[in-house]
């Protein structure tokens, strides 16, 4: 069965906005999003914790990009200003690391926690 499945993505212009969707079907500690440009390594982009709702971004989203959840258990990243350089195909990835969800957390090491479930992934493409 499915526990994640990402929607949204799609082709724009530089300096416009989309919204990605993930829903989740299964408890977890964390919710990350992550993004991979082709011939590139993957990147962490943001990741809300289930706890306490705090939130993380990468530096190079950091301004444009938010996280948030809502109460139909579906997680957004909402995308602002984007470039060129945001295109990728966008995975979010469920953590029910234990440290994560209950010791103590390293923000500038968020995204290295284990992350065991992942989405199929949803391309986004920035494009003049």
């Known amino acids: 069965q499915v526990q994640l499945a990402e929607s949204g993505g799609g082709l724009v212009q530089p300096g416009d906005s989309l919204r990605l969707s993930c829903e989740v079907s299964?408890?977890?500690?964390?919710i990350a999003w992550f993004r991979q440009a082709p011939g590139k390594g993957r990147e962490g982009v943001s990741c809300?914790?289930?706890?306490?709702?705090?939130t993380y971004y990468a530096d190079s989203v950091k301004g444009r990009f938010t996280i948030s959840q809502d109460v139909a258990n579906r997680v957004y990243l909402h995308m602002n200003n984007l470039g060129p350089e945001d295109t990728a195909i966008y995975y979010c990835?469920?953590?029910?690391?234990?440290?994560?969800?209950?010791?103590?957390?390293?923000?500038?090491?968020?995204?290295?926690?284990?992350?065991?479930?992942w989405g199929q992934g949803t391309q986004v493409t920035v494009s003049s």
């Open positions: 299964l408890e977890y500690y964390a």
């Open positions: 990835a469920a953590s029910l690391d234990y440290e994560l969800g209950y010791g103590d957390r390293d923000p500038t090491r968020i995204f290295d926690y284990q992350y065991e479930y």
């Open positions: 809300i914790l289930s706890d306490d709702g705090s």
